[in-house]
């Protein structure tokens, strides 16, 4: 495994990084999923990630409860706010008392005194945005947080939350977690630039854009029991991407990843590692031998003239 800084902080995180959406807590059982966790870090995977609003709270339980067994420096433990935790008024968004009850209650949840990586889950356009970085700064200040982060946010947010930081004296955002894999690409244009410039590290999240990456599904109509596809949290967010034209780019690009000698997945992996902007990719390994075949992803550099060749395909309808 190859490790990485995570942005411009002296933090290292490995290439690869475990996550926990729709899986742990939701389709795959609980000694399943603590036997990907414990197989990510046998193999070198010391980042993984989670929120507390993955299957409200229980994934965050599972993770702690996998961890828990190993030291705790030995590992980078991400989580985030923001998504509603009940039905009251104050019990969703980046107000600052939401920020802290949560966090509170992600640390219970996973048994920790800190996590390394807090995100704001997703902008709020109801808070004051110093009100928010304020409380994330407290937070760092008090020992709960190590560094802030955040998550689906558009470029002119984090250029207004940059400005604000760079104001106050807060401690700075060293991540940023958007959606990035070869069918999305849209954070190249703005948001890696701004990221690039102001120190601010890429966690990417649906590298393999649910398995249709991997080439998991072989149809649009063909859906293996038990995959993401047939969850019913799942099934809307994959099938966004399973359709015949992506399914069609995938197998054109199947022999590009056998002439490397990589799986679908690994080129795919390797892909998103191509940008150095790009400090981790979160995979979302269900079983043991998932997570073995992604990590092989770590430390692979793809040929440019290869890179351009992919390129080719993904632009052609």
């Known amino acids: 495994?190859?490790?990485?800084?995570?942005?411009?902080?002296?933090?290292?995180?490995?290439?690869?990084?475990?996550?926990?959406?729709?899986?742990?807590?939701?389709y795959v059982d609980k000694k399943q999923a603590i036997s990907a966790i414990d197989k990510a870090y046998e193999l070198g995977i010391n980042f993984f990630d989670t929120a507390n609003i993955y299957m409200n709270g229980e994934a965050e339980r599972i993770v702690g409860e996998a961890l828990g067994k190993y030291p705790r420096e030995s590992y980078v433990l991400a989580t985030k706010v923001?998504?509603?935790?009940?039905?009251?008024?104050?019990?969703?968004?980046?107000?600052?008392?939401?920020?802290?009850?949560?966090?509170?209650?992600?640390?219970?949840?996973?048994?920790?005194?800190?996590?390394?990586?807090?995100?704001?889950?997703?902008?709020?356009?109801?808070?004051?945005?110093?009100?928010?970085?304020?409380?994330?700064?407290?937070?760092?200040?008090?020992?709960?947080?190590?560094?802030?982060?955040?998550?689906?946010?558009?470029?002119?947010?984090?250029?207004?939350?940059?400005?604000?930081?760079?104001?106050?004296?807060?401690?700075?955002?060293?991540a940023n977690q958007p959606l990035y894999n070869l069918f999305a690409r849209e954070i190249e244009k703005e948001i890696i630039p701004l990221c690039e410039r102001n120190g601010i590290g890429q966690v990417v999240y649906s590298p393999l854009a649910q398995g249709v990456l991997a080439g998991k599904y072989q149809a649009v109509d063909d859906v293996p029991a038990g995959?993401?596809?047939?969850?019913?949290?799942?099934?809307?967010?994959?099938?966004?991407?399973?359709?015949?034209?992506?399914?069609?780019?995938?197998?054109?690009?199947?022999?590009?990843?056998?002439?490397?000698?990589?799986?679908?997945?690994?080129?795919?992996?390797a892909w998103t590692l191509r940008h150095p902007n790009v400090s981790s990719a979160i995979i979302g390994a269900s079983l043991p031998e998932q997570v073995e075949d992604n990590v092989k992803a770590s430390g692979v550099t793809i040929p440019q003239?290869?890179?351009?060749?992919?390129?080719?395909?993904?632009r052609t309808p």
């Open 1 to 26: 495994m190859k490790y990485r800084r995570l942005g411009n902080s002296g933090l290292k995180v490995s290439e690869i990084s475990l996550g926990s959406w729709l899986t742990y807590g939701g």
């Open 227 to 269: 995959s993401r596809a047939t969850d019913k949290h799942g099934t809307k967010t994959v099938k966004s991407w399973l359709n015949e034209e992506n399914l069609a780019k995938v197998e054109r690009l199947r022999p590009i990843a056998g002439e490397l000698g990589l799986s679908l997945a690994q080129l795919a992996l």
């Open 82 to 174: 923001w998504g509603p935790m009940g039905e009251g008024p104050n019990d969703r968004g980046l107000s600052r008392k939401h920020i802290v009850e949560q966090c509170e209650a992600s640390l219970k949840r996973l048994g920790v005194d800190y996590v390394d990586v807090y995100y704001c889950h997703a902008f709020d356009p109801d808070t004051p945005l110093e009100e928010t970085l304020r409380a994330m700064d407290d937070l760092v200040r008090q020992g709960k947080v190590l560094y802030v982060g955040v998550s689906n946010w558009t470029a002119a947010q984090i250029a207004e939350a940059l400005s604000i930081v760079d104001r106050y004296f807060l401690h700075r955002i060293v």
């Open 305 to 314: 003239e290869v890179i351009a060749r992919i390129d080719e395909i993904m």
